[in-house]
């Protein structure tokens, strides 16, 4: 009996944390229906009546573009982010990983510095040469630098899974007669589809998520992305505009959700033996 | 374990006998595979680093030629310049008190969650949740309004019978607010401490048990010891981590600083420097000090580590 006394304490004990953890998020989510003027002065979650003209208001969006544009970015650059970040990332992987070239623990070792260096070292000079190449404005500052695997904590991932897969493996494949190339693409790349899944979701999402690089990228509103046209309401953020203000975060939201969802046991694994952080 | 601790060293190259060795020997196809991060590491790393440094000690406004000004850029900031003298203060303050204060909550959490009992995964996943929301601007606005004058938590405390300012419009409240946010994101530490405390060994607190060590004892003498190269890990990481924040500040602070430059965080200070003032060079200076000071705090860690951080196999 007491032992069940502790169980049912400890689930409660979770269920309490897991209330204030998640507050914030049910907020938002019942905060998107609420009638304008109950958003801020109504302590109850639930709304006294249901109300979705904010959904309808934001939809159409600020200084006359549609938010639907700015998901339609969004879903762009971190679409073609996840593409670039894999490809790239996975190819030098495979070179530290698994093959033997000259300066190879040197050049590792700079990779690894670069997971500690403060992003803002390089910003000034890399705007200064997408400035120059007339690139400002548009989504190739953003797409490059994944294209050449800068993000070094994918590169460091991959690596380390790569590690984990028996060398006999590749052995048996240059035995067979397969080159570099067809080990690499029939041999080790298809191992490491959980290294190769994780980076993914992780870069939609951190994608998804950035504001900075974003915002000082781009500058046409057509250009937008979800977190800058958010910021277009709070810019002009009169009590009325909450509603749409609100509804539009909410729909923001919904993507990370849906992959939070998805992919839960994944993610959270991922971050456990890679140190990756959210 | 290993996984956890800081990134492996690169594994010394052992000598190969003749046709045997464990990796291919490959070069021109080696940097084949590794010409994409090549090239950026040449022209988006490097490259920019060393214009940057030679940026930090010129004037340069992106449409002239940079003007040599020596040190002039750093001795305006430490000596000229209250407003970035505030927001080293503000970022040390965020540092100090919400790096703590995560990884003590992230490593309770652990603890709770470190069971055998049935749902552990279920908490786990709900705790992390906020982790991947939290560097958005949507949570921010979400903070905002949260801590605003009649917001939802001044109705709360209101209830308990406390008078509450206005907490993001109230220059003593506002950094708190950026702080709780930070701490609200504590699922990425505590699902690496769970990793961790996985790892120590059940026998060690049995053993203890029957000799008469209570909880807290075992928590200070096995826990704590066996725990220290994660806790270690989570400090580095969400110190860096720590230093580099901006959104929330930039939200929550109204794009401004906040109240009396109360939210006026470094990167944020850099920016408005960089790319509204567009004094490219003093903040490239700006950026060459977050640098050394994270490149510090790392050592710093990294040396006292010898003191505190306990490895099993190095007893």
């Known amino acids: 009996m007491p032992r069940t006394a502790r169980s049912i304490g400890w689930h409660v004990l979770c269920l309490c944390g897991m209330a204030v953890v998640l507050y914030p998020v049910a907020w938002l989510a019942f905060a998107s229906v609420k009638p304008p003027d109950e958003i801020l002065s109504r302590l109850a979650l639930l709304p006294s009546r249901f109300v979705f003209d904010g959904y309808s208001k934001g939809w159409e969006g600020a200084a006359g573009v549609g938010f639907g544009r700015f998901f339609l970015n969004s879903f762009l650059v971190a679409g073609l982010s996840v593409v670039a970040n894999v490809v790239s990332c996975s190819l030098a992987a495979y070179a530290f990983a698994r093959l033997r070239f000259r300066f190879r623990g040197a050049l590792f070792a700079f990779m690894i510095t670069t997971l500690m260096l403060p992003y803002h070292v390089t910003l000034i000079p890399q705007y200064v040469i997408f400035q120059q190449a007339g690139l400002v404005n548009t989504f190739v500052p953003l797409i490059l630098p994944k294209l050449l695997a800068t993000e070094a904590f994918f590169v460091f991932l991959i690596v380390q899974f790569m590690r984990g897969i028996p060398r006999e493996l590749d052995e048996a494949a240059t035995i067979d007669g397969c080159s570099v190339y067809r080990t690499f693409w029939h041999v080790v790349l298809p191992l490491s589809k959980p290294a190769l899944v994780t980076t993914s979701i992780f870069t939609f999402i951190w994608t998804w998520n950035d504001f900075f690089t974003q915002m000082v990228y781009l500058n046409d509103t057509e250009k937008f992305t979800v977190p800058l046209g958010l910021r277009l309401f709070v810019d002009t953020s009169s009590q009325s505009d909450f509603g749409a203000m609100f509804a539009m975060s909410a729909l923001a939201l919904v993507p990370i959700v849906l992959f939070f969802l998805a992919f839960q046991r994944l993610l959270v694994e991922g971050v456990s033996t890679s140190g990756l952080k959210g | ?85 505030r927001s080293v203060e503000v970022t040390l303050i965020y540092v100090l008190v919400s790096v703590p204060v995560k990884l003590a909550v992230s490593l309770g959490v652990a603890l709770l969650l470190n069971t055998r009992r049935g749902g552990g995964g279920f908490y786990r996943a709900a705790f992390y949740a906020p982790s991947l929301l939290g560097a958005s601007v949507a949570a921010a606005l979400v903070w905002r309004a949260l801590f605003t004058g009649g917001g939802p938590v001044n109705e709360v405390l209101a209830g308990f019978g406390w008078r509450t300012p206005s907490w993001v419009d109230d220059p003593n409240f506002s950094l708190a607010t950026i702080v709780l946010l930070g701490v609200w994101q504590f699922g990425a530490p505590m699902v690496i401490f769970l990793a961790g405390l996985k790892q120590v060994p059940a026998e060690l607190h049995e053993a203890a048990a029957i000799d008469g060590a209570g909880a807290l004892r075992r928590f200070r003498h096995i826990t704590l010891p066996m725990l220290s190269p994660v806790i270690f890990f989570n400090l580095v990481m969400e110190a860096i981590h720590a230093f580099q924040a901006f959104t929330p500040a930039f939200v929550i602070g109204g794009g401004r600083g906040g109240p009396a430059d109360a939210d006026l965080f470094y990167t944020l200070y850099l920016f408005e420097v960089g790319f509204q003032d ?38």
Do not use: C
Not at chain 2, 60 to 67: A, C, E, G, I, R
Not at chain 2, 284 to 289: D, E, F, L, N, Y
């Open chain 2, 278 to 315: 567009f004094r490219m060079g003093y903040a490239s200076a700006m950026a060459w000090v977050l640098l050394v000071v994270i490149a510090i705090v790392t050592a710093i860690v990294f040396r006292t580590a010898k003191l505190w951080v306990f490895y099993e196999d190095r007893p």
């Open chain 2, 1 to 85: 374990m290993t996984t956890l601790r800081t990134p492996a060293p690169p594994r010394p190259v052992q000598p190969r006998a003749p046709g045997r060795g464990y990796r291919r020997k490959s070069q021109p196809e080696a940097f084949a595979f590794l010409t994409p991060w090549l090239l950026g590491a040449v022209a988006l790393t490097v490259g920019p680093m060393v214009v940057s440094l030679y940026l930090s000690f010129t004037d340069y406004d992106l449409f002239t030629t940079p003007h040599w000004v020596g040190f002039g850029n750093f001795t305006h900031m430490f000596t000229d310049d209250d407003r970035y003298l």
